[in-house]
């Protein structure tokens, strides 16, 4: 996954209705009869804001904000840049 400083964010709501069949003779069946499927922006269509969120609902574990942090990094400034870059070995140097 690449590194950015922002991500758009769409949560989807999914509903399955499922159809189950039981007989006497043991074969049973199960069916997803009808699927709907929404999609809804997150807060501010931001997927940092609604990480925030659910960090702070303690709906992720750490090992997940690292991971994400390392993906999502926000404002790029030139130290972020620099620091993000260093640990790939690479230096910026902004043209003048």
Known sequence: ????SRSDCTELTV?????FTFRNNGSNSAVVSAV???QNGCTNNDLATR????A?????????ITAFNKQIVGDCTDATL???LETKGYKYTRPE
């Open 36 to 38: 709907k499927v929404e």
């Open 82 to 84: 620099n620091t993000f």
């Open 51 to 54: 990480f925030a969120e659910l």
């Open 1 to 4: 996954m690449p590194v950015v």
């Open 15 to 19: 509903t399955e209705t499922y159809e």
């Open 56 to 64: 702070a609902a303690e709906e992720v574990d750490d090992s997940a």
